[in-house]
């Protein structure tokens, strides 16, 4: 017999879509940093470049953190039964993440075709 945990069906369904959703995210984000780093140096574009991108994902990375555990502690001092509510606090942490992604992705390809149209020399 199959035992079925509230929040489940969402858990499987915000994980397919963030293992689609991860890659592009990436390549956006890589692409957004190489345009920037090229904007912003002259003469040292690829190290540029390189520590824009460790800047944004560290920076990134103690926003998510922060944005998944103040609503996962408020609920787990709101919930008794944490075993029962796994996939609750999962979804959120998905959720959170997800969205996170998106916003970024979106503002890091705008970012980037703007700098490309307007401030760097392509041809």
Known sequence: EMVSYPGYGAYEALTAVQMLAAPIYSVILIMSCITTGS????????????????????ALSIVTSILTAVPQILLLT????????????????????LGLQVLVAVGAYFLSTGLMKHKLNLS
């Open 39 to 58: 904007v912003l140096s002259k003469k040292h574009k690829v190290l540029t470049t390189v520590a824009l991108y460790y800047g944004v994902t560290t």
């Open 78 to 97: 709101a919930v008794e039964n944490y075993e029962q509510n796994f996939y609750l606090y999962t979804n959120i942490s998905l959720g959170i993440n």
